[in-house]
C-alpha cells in the first residue's frame, strides 16, 4: 500500500503563488502516476494535472495550462504542485493521488489540503 500526505496549502492572494508538496510512504516502488485533484465547495472533484514516473510526461487541466506545474523527486518519493498566477476561483481542496496498477484509476489519495485564493 501506498500513504499519501499533502502539505502546502494555505491563503494568497489572487496573482499569488503557492507549492503544494505529496509525500508518499510505503511501496511507492509500485507508483507508476501521480495526480492532482481539486475539488471546491459545492462542486465535483476534478482533475488538475499528472506525470508519468516513467517517462516524466505530464498532463494538465485546461484551467491550470501555463499557470500550475507538476513534478516529482522519484528519489524521495515526493511530488509537488507549483501554482503560480492563482486565481479566486483556483480555490478548493487539493489533493494527491498515485496509481499503483499497470493501468486504470488512481489507487491511492491523500486528505487534502485547503488552498484559498483571496480577490
Known amino acids: 500500500q501506498v500513504q499519501l500526505v499533502e502539505s502546502g496549502g494555505g491563503l494568497v492572494q489572487a496573482g499569488g503563488s503557492l507549492r503544494l508538496t505529496c509525500a508518499a510512504s510505503?511501496?511507492?516502488?509500485?507508483?507508476?502516476?501521480m495526480g492532482w485533484f481539486r475539488q471546491a465547495a459545492g462542486k465535483e472533484r476534478e482533475f488538475v494535472a499528472s506525470?508519468?514516473?516513467?517517462?516524466?510526461?505530464?498532463e494538465y487541466a485546461d484551467s491550470v495550462k501555463g499557470r500550475f506545474t507538476i513534478s516529482r523527486e522519484n528519489v524521495k518519493s515526493t511530488g509537488f504542485l507549483q501554482m503560480n498566477s492563482l486565481k479566486p476561483e483556483d480555490t478548493a481542496v487539493y489533493y494527491c493521488?498515485?496509481?499503483?496498477?499497470?493501468?486504470?484509476?488512481?489507487?491511492?489519495w491523500g486528505q487534502g489540503t485547503q488552498v484559498t485564493v483571496s480577490p
Open positions: 493521488s498515485a496509481r499503483t496498477a499497470t493501468i486504470g484509476a488512481y489507487d491511492a
Open positions: 510505503g511501496r511507492t516502488f509500485l507508483v507508476n502516476k
Open positions: 506525470i508519468l514516473s516513467g517517462t516524466g510526461h505530464t
